[in-house]
């Protein structure tokens, strides 16, 4: 059990603040004190922000890209604020966007931003409120990396983890949430058990495979269509502390996915995962799998790696705790800060790539992306079993394998031009993968219209249509992701 203060005090010192604001409906603006024209909000535990500045930093995400500015910020300081903040913005018309944090969504096209209406700062309600042995209730807010802090010192662990573990437990659980253990367990929204989420009619509801289990299914990798989740009851599984990594080099990429392949369907590893490497103008394939063990339990290498063909040589392993593994990214990403890197405009593209097309189409696509175009980003190649994914929302390819292929690009140079030309490529890019029968995980930066949400969706979109007219009828709820 864990209570945490209130994050963004000191930083909104000095701030414009109201526990109590109006809003005027004829000139569409916000005030901290009522006009006599204007509307007042309810009383709010926590506070609306409207300077000019937060305002401004709540205009960005990790893409710096895509820029809309809100006309407040709600630092909530319950769960009823949210539900009245969304009920206020339904009865006048306004839009509302959760996100992971003030300007630190991770979405890289303005996913979680609003123009002109409010965004609301999740991470202030980040409370993880109870631990068992198989599951903890968490608020929407709190971070992966903080709710294994506590879990990990008792030997559990939510079973698939994402490689960046400073995501907002209700980020990834609106858009999927993959990783290396995927292939077993499924995504994250495929292991979470029940939600505590308010509508976008602004009522507050529970709901689970069991219990409003419509709800359930429409804001599991929902985009944040249908509603807030304010609180999740996720699934932990018993984990040993220790964990050895293997990474290996290949140059030939069908032998690459053949190996892949035949590792999760034997499921020797905990964890299987691999990328591209360019190297002077070719690109090589590096396995990166993981083992789990306990001290006086170590895995046997040998029986592990019997059989693949890797290139002789280029076999590393190291061992490390559990908490360090699930958090490796972090000397990395605190590299990239401190180079001004993570500052840099990221025009992702993440696609998820139909088995048997995933040869064809990794090269189709390499051949026409120079090593500049990558801005020394990674590229992501990895497989799963996308039968194992039981949120409808989740859009998958068929098949009994599908390949996670991801350009993690950094626009170098950040200029405009070179950035709309990056966001070009990864549309034509997108519709080679459409073609190719693939799925665009949507947190990426390509431009959509009507009909390619339709067509991501199919066959689902008419139940998407459905869900939004039952849940948000009056569209209030995340207008970034430009599917409404
Ligand atoms: C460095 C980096 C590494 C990453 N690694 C992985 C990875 O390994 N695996 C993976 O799957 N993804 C990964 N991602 C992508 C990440 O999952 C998405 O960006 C995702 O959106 C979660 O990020 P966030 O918590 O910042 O959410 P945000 O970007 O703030 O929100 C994402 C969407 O969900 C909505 N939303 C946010 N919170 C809520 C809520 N509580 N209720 C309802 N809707 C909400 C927002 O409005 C928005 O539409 C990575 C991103 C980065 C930048």
Known sequence: MSNR????????????????????????????????????????????????????RAADDYGHIVHRTPWAVLIPGSVQDIVKIVRFARAHGLKVAAGRGIGESHSTQGQAQVEAGVFIDMSALSTVHDVDETSAWVDAGVRWIELLEITVPQGRSPPTLTDFIELSIGGTLSVGGIGGQAFRWGLQVDNVLELDVVTGRGELVRCSPWRHSALFDSVRAGLGQFGIIVRAR??????????????????????????????????????????????????????EVA????????????????????????????DSSYFDFANRLAPL????????????????????????????????????????????????????????????????????????????????????????????????????????????????????????????????????????????????????????
């Not at 290949?250 to 299987?272: K, N, P, S, T």
């Open 234 to 287: 996720v699934r932990l599984v018993r984990v040993p502390p220790r964990v050895r990594v293997y990474t290996a080099m290949y140059d030939d990429l069908a032998v690459f996915l053949r190996d892949q392949a035949l590792l999760v369907d034997e499921g020797r590893f905990d964890y299987a995962e691999g990328s591209v490497v360019p190297s002077g103008g070719q690109y090589s394939f590096q396995l």
């Open 5 to 56: 203060t209130f994050p963004r005090r000191t930083l909104l010192k000095g701030a414009l603040v109201a526990t109590a604001a109006a809003f005027n409906p004829s000139s569409r603006s916000w005030a901290a004190t009522a006009a006599p024209e204007s509307i007042s909000l309810p009383p709010l535990d926590g506070q609306l922000v409207m300077d000019a500045e937060t305002r401004a």
């Open 291 to 318: 083992k789990y063990f306990s001290p006086g339990a170590e895995p046997n290498d040998a029986q592990l790696l019997a059989g693949l063909s890797f290139q002789p040589g280029t076999l590393q392993a190291q």
């Open 333 to 484: 990403i605190e590299f990239l800060k401190s180079i001004g890197v993570w500052q840099l405009p990221h025009p992702w593209l993440n696609m998820f790539v139909p088995g048997p097309a995933t040869r064809p189409f990794v090269q189709q696509v390499l051949a026409q992306t120079p090593e500049a175009e990558l801005g020394q980003g990674p590229v992501l190649l990895y497989p799963f079993h996308p039968n194992r994914i039981t949120a409808p929302f989740a859009r998958m390819p068929p098949g009994h394998h599908a390949y996670l292929f991801a350009l993690l690009r950094t626009a170098i140079p950040p200029t405009p031009e070179n950035v709309a030309a990056l966001v070009a490529k990864n549309r034509l890019i997108f519709e080679q993968l459409t073609a190719a029968q693939g799925k665009r995980y949507p947190i990426d930066s390509v431009p959509m219209s009507h009909a390619d949400w339709r067509r991501h969706f199919h066959p689902h979109w008419e139940r998407f249509v459905l869900s939004k007219q039952r849940f948000d009828p009056d569209n209030v709820l995340a207008p970034g992701q430009g599917i409404f």
